[in-house]
């Protein structure tokens, strides 16, 4: 099961910190992801990590966004800063068995959240 927390409402410029706790799981050969969906739009990749910390962000968040794992806490984190109001969207966190060190954006993923609402207002 995963768990998405810390949406919110934010104007422009500001930074929300979203959070995604996992159990049932082996958290530490997981590999993770951070995906939004805004409406009419399809579900994009944001960020993703895998069991080694090699990280992938999307170009449109790289440098204000970071993606991070607390393995012991069974816990991922997406810290966005800079927010924009086309950040607006749906975020979901999706987990998988990892492969070797192959990290991918695309939602090559088994397991989903139910989402966090991020709303960013200009």
């Known amino acids: 099961q995963l768990v998405e927390s810390g949406g919110g409402s934010v104007q422009a410029g500001g930074s929300l910190r979203l959070s995604c706790t996992a159990s049932?799981?082996?958290?530490?050969?997981?590999?993770m992801g951070w995906f939004r969906q805004a409406p009419g739009k399809e579900r994009e990749g944001v960020a993703a990590?895998?069991?080694?910390?090699?990280?992938a962000y999307a170009a449109s968040v790289k440098d204000r966004f970071t993606i991070s794992q607390d393995s012991a806490a069974s816990t991922l984190y997406l810290q966005m800063n800079s927010l924009k109001p086309e950040d607006t969207a749906m975020y979901y966190c999706a987990a998988d068995e990892s492969v070797g060190n192959w990290l991918t954006l695309s939602p090559q993923y088994n397991y989903w959240g139910q989402g966090t609402q991020v709303t960013v207002s200009s």
């Open positions: 049932g799981y082996t958290f530490s050969t997981m590999r």
């Open positions: 990590i895998n069991r080694f910390s090699r990280t």
